[in-house]
């Protein structure tokens, strides 16, 4: 069964196409209530290192470095557990990734979606 995974930011209304969301950020969003958002999982283990996302600082010119940083942490086996808790944790075809990132486009969730779509 293949998997359709989306990335959104936990701003973005949610749709009846979204499926199991869940918040991939390791620290929760400024200015969103827990109760305000609607997510089924938060996990944020998948989440990159504080490092690396220090490093990354969101810099769209690094974002290919990024990746393949993040793809090399989630090789680990703390990186494969989280990963396989994500798979375990969806509902049918469709995964929708939350993110408060602005630059959807560029952020550690387009990286894991690119990973997900990819196994």
Known sequence: MALSVWVR???????HNDGTRVLVDRIWPRGVKKAD????????D???STELRKWYGHDPEKYAEFSKRYRAELDSAAGR???QRLRDSVHGKRLTLLTATRDVEHSQAAALAEMLDGS
Do not use: G, I
């Open 9 to 15: 930011r936990v701003q973005d209304e949610p749709t």
């Open 37 to 44: 958002l609607e997510f089924d999982d938060w996990n944020k």
């Open 46 to 48: 998948v989440a990159p």
């Open 81 to 83: 557990e989280a990963l």
